[in-house]
Each structure stands twice: as C-alpha cells, then as structure tokens.
C-alpha cells in the first residue's frame, strides 16, 4: 500500500489544538510582530528540510512560533486601510470548503451555495436582475467588471476584443479619488493605464458630472472610444459617495457602461440614514463588492456583479478544454437516473473570470450572512457610522482636533492641532507612529486637500464606540506630549 508521509486524517484533535492557539490570539495579549523577537525568527529561518518533522511538529510551531506573531489588523483597535480580521463563521465554513469542496466546481452543496450567496448579497445591497461571480478581492473585481465593460464597448461596434484584440484607444473615466486598482486593471486589459482620465472632484471627494460630461464629448470628437465610467460607492480615501443617479443617467444615455466600485462602501445601503445617496445603483451595468472588508470575511473574497454574465464569459473565456468539458455528461447521467456531482460542472465560473482552480468562497459568504442575518449586518454598519460621527463630533468640538472631512461612512479623516506648531503634517505624522508601536488603537493616515490626516477606518466586527472613543483619547494625550516635549528646551551638545 502506497504511503504517503503527509497527515491526511486526525483533524479533529489536530484542529482542536490549534483552535485553542487561535483563541487565545484572539485575546489579542501578544507581543506584537511588528517589534520582532529574534526568537522567531531564528525558530522559523531554516534549512530546506531533507527529512520531514512530522505534523506534530508542524502544530507546535504554528502555536509557539507562528499564531502568536501573527498580524494586527484584526485588533479591535485596528482602523487602518479598509481590512479587518475575519469572524468566526469565517473561518469555519472556508475551513469546511477547504477540506470537502476543495473545488469550486461541480454539483455540489458549496456549489450551489456559490449561486445562493451572490443572490442573497445582491439582495441584500440593493442589487436588482444582477448575476455575479466571486474572485479574490477587489482588485480582480474590478478588473472582471472592466473585462465585460471592455467587451460591451467593443461589441457595439462590431468587434469581439477578448478574440481580435483592440483596433483604436478607448477612455475609462474615473476621479482621482477611485481606486488605483482602476489603472491596473486597464493595464492588464491592454488599453493602457493612459486611458484612465482624471475627472475632477468636489471638495467633499465626488466626481464633477459636468467635467464628467465634458470629457466624454471631447473623446468622442477625436474617435476615441467611451469604455466606462467607474464611480465611487465609498472611496478608499474618505468613505465618499459619487452623485450614482445623475452619472448613471449620463451613462445611459451616451450608452457608456457604468462601473460602481463599492468595494468597500456597498454595505452602507443597509443604513438608512445614508440609503437615498446609493439612488441611481439601479443604473449600473457591474457593481463590486468586498466581502472580506465591511461583512466580516478573512481575506480572499470578493463579488463582481453584472446584469449578464455573457459579457464576462466572452471577455473571459478559456474556450472549451477537453481536459475539463470532455470529463463530464450531463446527459448520460439523466438517463441512467443517477446524478454524481461531477457530472456536471455547475455554473462554469471558471469563465466568467480570470481563475480556473479557485476554492468555494460563497459558503463563507452565505455562512457570515446567516448567522446575524440582515439586522446584524444592518447593527454593525450603523454602529461603525456612528463611530466615525462620533470621532467627527470630536474634532469639530476639542480646541486641539480638526475635522478634515465630513464622514459619510465610517471613515474619519481628522488630525491633532495646537498653536504655535508650524509643521502639523510632521506632528500628525510622529502622532501617528506612536499610536502604531503603542498597538491599540492604530488608524492609518491620508492626505486630504492637501492635509495630513488621521484615518479610522471602522469595520470590524470586533470594535464598537469604546474603541473610537479611546482613539480620540490616545491622539489628545499623544499629541499633548509631543507639544510638549517639542516646547522643552534642548539639552547642550
Ligand atoms: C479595497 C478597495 C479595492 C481593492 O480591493 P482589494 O480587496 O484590496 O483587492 C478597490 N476599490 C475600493 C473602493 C476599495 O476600497
């Protein structure tokens, strides 16, 4: 008998003994990687391993040496960028796929909870009459979203530009304020970073549908080709919301694809006290959403949806493989009476995007919308609303914080102030690095009409208004102390 020297088995135990691990990271009461113990280090940096340790060892690493020197973004204190540490649900069901659905593919129950999840997500973001098609994160999204954009354009004038290529340049309108995501992806698509145009904003960070306007009429005067235009449902920057209405219009009617980014923001529709700013939603040709950001998903997951996957199957298609298609009969199964989940692949994802191999993410999704349902996840984007209005409050009110930028969601851009100090760029940014070693309570920081600001970013499941509330405090005694120390007299050389 063949024998493998990997485990294959014994998960239970094995899982059991991690998961303590894990829970007791989870108390996050661990020295931080960031101050890196040589001990780790030197533990972990290794020769290649002729003979193997065995899966004993392995675990015991991982809970000695690994997990706790694991990152800190899923503290309850972390606001920076937009990413959070995934709840359990989370990892149970993506745990479940990796072992009994290692494959996205073919008819079983994750498969079908791959269709279930994206229809329950569109609905619960107000998404109507759209299909959708995970991928790994918002990256791939929008590139999957500008593949179908890129198809439409090119097919309106009678060109299949997956197959022929592209014969004469195109434009994708965007802000300054979308994501850079948005470059990348016109890169990768062949039309060229270049054809991005930077269309003005507004102070608050929404984009000037006039300019819009504008700039669509000159490309069309010099034979360049509409592709899309890409608004903000929530920027990355500030949490702004794009006029969707008045640029879907626009979009319908010069017959331009209309792209919402709400890679993060999406979720805020659950709001009511911001809902009506997502009118216009209705308008998109392709929307995206980031589960592994507002709803709680470890990294790894995110939704593209659009009103018709044709677009994305002929932008993507691998074209048939007999490897793939010629393993499976539908009919043949039908008639024996008998169906075995390989005998058909299910929805064919693995052409509607760039991924062949790709593992089941809709359990994960499906699993974090079920366990609180649409009033926990309705909870939780109010609740982390009300701690960016509550830090705004703050900084209008405190004679030593300012408010950079009116939330719109649960991101806050304020920074410390106080007289006499001439560089507050330079203040907030050392504000900022102690905050970062203090590891508490540990925003990120951007720059807004030309400011150095502070950036909570609130999405995690774990934090609520205590921790905003200790943001505030920790920025007024960290920038008191630094006045103050700058206020000391140097000492002589
Ligand atoms: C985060 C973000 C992205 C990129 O998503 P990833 O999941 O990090 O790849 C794109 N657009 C917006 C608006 C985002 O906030």
């Known amino acids: 008998m063949a024998q493998d020297l990997a485990e294959t088995g014994r998960l239970r135990a094995l899982l059991s003994r991690i998961g303590a691990g894990l829970d007791e990271f989870q108390r996050f009461e661990h020295r931080d990687a960031q101050h890196p113990s040589q001990r780790w280090r030197e533990r972990l940096d290794q020769p290649l391993p002729q003979r193997g340790v065995g899966i004993d060892a392995i675990a015991a690493d991982l809970l000695e040496h690994v997990i706790p020197n694991g990152s800190a973004t899923a503290r309850p204190g972390f606001s920076g960028f937009i990413t959070t540490g995934g709840t359990t649900a989370a990892a149970l ?54 593949g179908a954009a890129r198809q439409s354009a090119f097919e309106q004038i009678g060109r299949d530009p997956a197959k022929q290529g592209m014969d004469r340049p195109v434009a994708i309108y965007a802000t300054a304020e979308a994501h850079h995501t948005i470059q990348r992806s016109a890169g990768v698509l062949g039309v060229g970073r270049q054809s991005v145009r930077a269309i003005a904003c507004d102070n608050r960070g929404r984009m000037d549908v006039s300019a819009l306007s504008r700039a669509i009429e000159e490309d069309t005067r010099a034979d360049v080709l509409p592709m899309a235009i890409v608004a903000n449902a929530g920027t990355t920057n500030t949490g702004a919301i794009d006029p969707l209405h008045a640029i879907g219009e626009l979009a319908n009617e010069r017959g331009v694809w209309f792209h919402v980014d709400g890679a993060y923001g ?163 940014r050392q504000l900022h690095r102690r905050l970062m070693h203090e590891n508490t309570n540990m925003p990120s920081t951007t720059q807004v009409n030309g400011k150095l600001a502070l950036r909570p970013c609130f999405v995690g499941a774990r934090c609520d208004m205590k921790h905003a509330q200790a943001l505030i405090d920790d920025v007024l005694r960290l920038g008191d102390a630094l006045v103050h120390e700058a206020s000391q007299p140097k000492p002589h050389a």
């Not at 609905?123 to 999204?141: F, H, I, T």
């Not at 692949?345 to 359990?363: K, W």
């Open 266 to 428: 999406l979720p805020g529709i659950l709001d009511q006290r911001v809902a009506p700013l997502y009118r216009g939603l209705e308008l998109a040709d392709s929307v995206i959403v980031d589960p592994h950001k507002w709803l709680g998903a470890s990294v790894g997951v995110a939704a593209t949806f659009v009103r018709d996957r044709g677009f994305l199957q002929r932008a993507f298609t691998q074209e048939p493989a007999d490897y793939l298609e010629g393993s499976v009969d539908t009919a043949d199964a039908i008639a024996a009476g008998v169906e075995h989940s390989m005998d058909d692949f299910g929805v064919p994802y693995y052409d509607f995007g760039v991924e062949l191999s790709a593992p089941c993410r809709g359990v994960v999704v499906w699993a974090l919308i079920r366990e609180i349902g649409v009033d926990g996840m309705t909870e939780r984007i109010r609740r982390h609303n009300d701690m960016a209005a509550h830090v705004a409050d703050a900084a209008r009110t405190h004679p030593h914080l300012e408010l950079l930028q009116e939330p719109t969601l649960s991101i806050c851009c304020f920074r410390y102030v106080a007289p006499g100090v001439a560089d507050l760029d330079f203040l907030n």
């Open 93 to 146: 069901a993506a745990t479940a796929a990796n072992i009994a659905a290692p494959q996205r593919y073919g008819l079983t129950a994750f498969n079908f909870l791959e269709e279930f999840s994206l229809q329950w997500l569109a609905q619960m973001c107000g998404l109507r009459a759209m299909q959708g098609v995970y991928s790994s994160g918002g990256s791939v999204a929008n590139l999957l979203a500008l």
